[in-house]
């Protein structure tokens, strides 16, 4: 049954029942107020707590870190008295069985509300085990639910704040539910005009994207999802939702967000805020391995080498090439002794600890305490027993110390790599059997640095730095790390991320038709294992809740001829335009179509070629419109005119995509971006070009 108050909407209708209706709205509406009594309260209590937390805390820096966390949350408590405090509500079964013929009921909403801290909550935050049931029961199975109402929010005049305005029912205790595709409030919501950055979906989630959201911390995941299904929301959600089940683990080893532009990290930077999450290090993959400033630009050959995984193999044989035969043996000086520790004794101690692999500088360390050992040995059978200072001494003393620095000698990142590529016999010897006589060419510095210091490193080189600082030494591993767009990934990349949740998990999210990287994967099993993470599971999310069904079908055309086994897409909407115009001039059609666009509500994208962006926004400009470009994504201009190369995870109401063909011949997956540009749609697509269309859209 659903019930509709300001725009009744009723298949079971209860037509005459207004009145009852409105009675119900009211009492609704009281219970706003009441929770809003409790929220206001909690603010003053926060604002408190930030001028005691400076006192109570132990020293300067977590007094620092907590006010900073309590202003934040008086801050956004402040911000947001208007905003919807709860979105569902659940009435579970009477408990015959227990005698309690009261109904459990529950308000679901983003955050908590208590009127204090140990009061039972007036609002039960969405990541509390019992909100699972809103998300999940089904008349199939209403897990004890009779009736799940969801409210529909919406100012009463424009400029006013946002009331409660509707309510829906479903009567699962009456085998009624409504499906997410006839749910007035969920289609409102996936509707609605896109302006201004990415939203949380918390009222809205769908059961199979609650159950991704939901997996337990240690369960790695990979998510292929269709273009608007949902990848992004579900990882965020799903990082907003570890944080608030695991708060001590995750605390302690932190969880990391990783996108694929900056463009794309301010897009989705509200979302974990809005869901009460503040302070999560968000960055993209070249942040990650950013250990000095990109000032150099690699050929193809070069960039591809660098980024494939036998790039690893290669840097694992040049480090190791420093561990070296052991010469002599050694005399080591101990008052008026001299122990002799002989040459064979030696080998065998760097031979094994080779094989048992440790960090190469942890390895250091063991063949450092093992001759220690030897020395031990001799001098207490002499001597009595050596404590610890003793073994420090020996261990620093200048015969041990020379014996290490000949055979496992100490070694920075940056001086392999350059190792390498200022030595092309160097690189002969590391490479052979991994790289052809022309990969190996192509990563040769043409002119190489005075010293190390003075290198220009690439951003390929950064990946090569962090690969041989990683075998040094182990980084920290996060708890969980989140990665979007991770088809894009290189092999080499994905070690980088491997490396920093080798003992934390992972969420993979991704799309392989939107795979427009050289090096990108063609299968979630080979991404994974380069990940390290071969044990996660692999789901698929087909329904799209952005592209309407028009520009689906358009894009699934695309999709066939993309060699990519991912299954067509299906979207949950109706509505929306596509149009498609051969125009005989680009850029005043361009004109006429944004002119147009802006005549309708919500954001607008032009998308072109990459090398065309900067001539369209100019004609945009020239013509008298206001024009946003790729640095101010969601927040200037509702127009804005974007390369197709930064696109990726964004949408807009409406996308004008210009030539196809440019784009299409713009790189070797150029299919793949085209595939990327018209999925951006929300509610209309419009597609204009002098040239003809590419294969699969012609015709
Ligand atoms: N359950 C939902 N309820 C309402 N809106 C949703 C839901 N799931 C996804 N959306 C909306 O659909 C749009 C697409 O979501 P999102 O960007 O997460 O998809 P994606 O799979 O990452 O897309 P792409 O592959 O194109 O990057 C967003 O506006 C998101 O808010």
Known sequence: MTS???????????????????????????????????????????????????????????????????????RDMAQEPDSPLFFGRLDFDDAPETGDHRRQRYYIGRRRVSEHPAAPPLVVDWRAPVSRTFYQASALEPQGVAVR???????????????????????????????????????????????????????????????????????????????????????????????????????????????????????????????GEIDIAQCTVEDVVAHHPVQAVDGELAAAVK??????????????????????????PDGSYRWRVYGDELSRIVEEVREQAPPYAVGREHVRSRAVSLVQEQAERRAGP?????????????????????????????????????????????????????????????????????????????????????????????????????????????????????????????????????????????QLAHLGKTQGTVTELTTGFRVPAAVMSLANRLLGALDVDVPPARSLRQDGELTVRQVPDLLSATVDAARRALTQEGAIAVITADAEAERTAEALRAAGLEVATSEDVGTAARLAVLPAKVVKGLEYDHVIVVEPSAIVAAEPRGLHRLYVAVTRAVSRLDVLHADPLPEPLAG
């Open 307 to 332: 980024q494939s995984h036998r790039m690893a193999a290669v840097l694992e044989r040049a480090l190791y090439s420093r561990v070296t035969a052991v010469p002599d043996g050694i005399t080591v």
């Open 149 to 275: 109402r969801r409210f529909g929010w919406a100012p009463l005049s424009s400029g006013e704040p946002k009331d409660l305005t509707g309510m829906e029912d479903e009567h699962l205790d009456r085998q009624e539910d409504v499906p997410a595709g006839a749910s007035r409030i969920v289609a409102a919501e996936i509707e609605r005009p896109r302006t201004g950055p990415m939203r949380d979906i918390a009222a809205t989630i769908q059961p199979e994207q609650d159950d991704l959201v939901r997996r337990e911390l240690a369960d790695s995941v990979c998510i292929q999802g269709a273009p608007g299904s949902g990848k992004t929301a579900v990882g965020l959600h799903r990082a907003a939702y570890l944080l608030y089940t695991y708060p001590q683990r995750l605390q302690r080893s932190g969880l990391l967000i990783i996108g694929p532009n900056q463009t794309f990290l301010r897009y989705i930077a509200q979302v974990l805020p809005a869901l």
């Open 4 to 74: 509709y108050a300001q725009d009744a909407y009723t298949p079971d209708s209860r037509a005459g029942d207004a009145a009852g209706l409105d009675d119900e709205l009211a009492e609704e509406r009281r219970y706003v107020a009441l929770c809003r009594d409790a929220m206001t309260r909690q603010v003053e209590d926060a604002g408190l707590q930030v001028t005691e937390g400076q006192d109570v805390s132990g020293d300067g820096a977590s007094a620092e870190a907590l006010g900073r966390y309590l202003r934040t949350r008086a």
């Open 386 to 526: 050596k404590n610890m200072t003793w073994q420090r001494k020996i261990g620093r003393c200048r015969p041990v110390a020379a014996f290490l620095d000949a055979v496992w000698p100490t070694v920075r990142a940056e001086e392999v790599v350059a190792g390498l590529l200022g030595d092309a016999e160097a690189l002969a010897r590391a490479a052979d059997g991994l790289l052809d006589a022309d990969e190996q060419a192509a990563l040769v510095w043409d002119r190489p640095p005075r010293s190390v210091k003075s290198a220009k490193w690439s951003a390929e080189d950064l990946l090569l730095i962090d690969e041989v600082a990683g075998l040094i030494e182990r980084p920290g591993s996060f708890g969980h790390v989140v990665v979007d767009e991770a088809q894009d990934l290189s092999p080499m990349q994905c070690r980088a991320i491997a490396r920093r949740s080798g003992f934390g998990s992972l969420t993979v999210l991704g799309d392989l038709a939107q795979a427009t990287a050289p090096w990108a994967a063609r299968s979630w099993a080979e």
